[in-house]
């Protein structure tokens, strides 16, 4: 049960990491979720997430965040260890429910382990 806790090393914090991540990583776009994927040297994946003000106010904004972060613990221990995932959303994304956030990451997943990275 311990490995589904969401901790602190598996988030990006710095904002040169959410760089070094928009630039140098592979992009997979799903129809709920845009990833942005790049392989570390850690031995854990991390998140990272970036929700625009254009979503709308902060209620909705950090719903959005605790949606994806509880899909992302949820399906922690199925990732290929040593990935920096910067995630946003796609447009409409809050009519979705939280099996489409699920399901998004559930093609990540399979991208990650067929091809090592994502094409």
Excluded: W
């Amino acid at each position: 049960m311990r490995d589904k806790r969401f901790l602190k090393r598996n988030h990006l914090r710095k904002s040169s990491e959410f760089q070094k991540v928009f630039q140098r990583g592979r992009k997979v776009v799903t129809y709920t979720l845009i990833f942005r994927v790049l392989p570390n040297d850690l031995p854990e994946s991390r998140i990272g997430l970036t929700v625009s003000r254009k979503v709308g106010k902060a209620t909705k904004r950090n719903l959005i965040k605790r949606r994806v972060r509880e899909a992302f613990r949820e399906r922690k221990a199925l990732f290929p260890q040593g990935f920096d995932i910067v995630i946003s959303p796609r447009r409409g994304i809050l009519e979705r429910s939280f099996q489409d956030y699920q399901k998004s990451f559930d093609i990540l997943l399979r991208k990650l382990q067929r091809s090592g990275a994502p094409s």
